[in-house]
């Protein structure tokens, strides 16, 4: 009870004080994707992707082409060599599997791995900004986070943000 009711007085006191928060917003996609950095990240991410596939696209050739071996003599193998290329098939198959999942959580990583410098960028930048200017917060607009910012009350940094991170 006693949190709630500190909480409110914060909120309310400098209202009742007359003093004026000050703030600002900006669009965090906007501005992360128009960093130099994020070029490089996302080439470097296409040639790590189209790795993958090439591997990945290897290795289905490659079940494609036992499994029509497979096709062809199935009529001629005793029973037990029909049930150990069915049991190498399978093994392979599973093994494809597991690979495009492993590759889908390995470039999930190293995108965040190349991410990580470019956001710890960012978050400094608005630091800087925020201190510098006496702003008490500063909002991320993206996805409807804030669906309405009086423009008198607040400050969009957007473009600022985006022209000193060039």
């Known amino acids: 009870m006693k949190k709630t009711i500190?909480?409110?007085m914060a909120l309310v006191l400098p209202v009742i004080a007359g003093a004026q928060v000050r703030f600002a917003y900006f669009s965090y996609g906007e501005v992360f994707g128009s960093m130099p950095e994020h070029a490089i990240v996302q080439e470097n991410m296409k040639k790590l992707a189209s790795q993958y596939e090439a591997e990945t696209k290897r290795a289905e050739e490659e079940f494609?082409?036992?499994y029509e071996e497979f096709l062809e003599g199935q009529r001629n193998f005793a029973p037990a060599i029909l049930n150990k290329r069915q049991a190498e098939l399978q093994e392979i198959m599973e093994k494809n599997i597991?690979?495009?999942e492993e590759a889908r959580r390995l470039l999930k990583q190293a995108e965040a791995d190349m991410n990580m410098p470019l956001k710890s960028k960012?978050?400094?930048?608005?630091?800087?900004?925020?201190?510098?200017?006496?702003y008490a917060f500063i909002l991320n607009?993206?996805?409807?986070?804030?669906?309405y910012i009086d423009p008198?009350?607040?400050?969009?940094?957007?473009?600022?943000?985006?022209e000193l991170l060039k």
Do not use: W, Y
């Not at 800087?128 to 006496?134: F, H, K, L, V």
């Not at 607009?141 to 669906?147: F, I, K, L, Y």
């Open 98 to 100: 597991a690979f495009k």
């Open 6 to 8: 500190l909480f409110i």
């Open 152 to 162: 008198a009350q607040g400050t969009d940094i957007t473009a600022e943000l985006k």
């Open 122 to 134: 960012l978050s400094a930048m608005l630091k800087r900004i925020g201190m510098e200017r006496g």
């Open 64 to 66: 494609n082409v036992k």
């Open 141 to 147: 607009t993206d996805n409807d986070a804030c669906p």
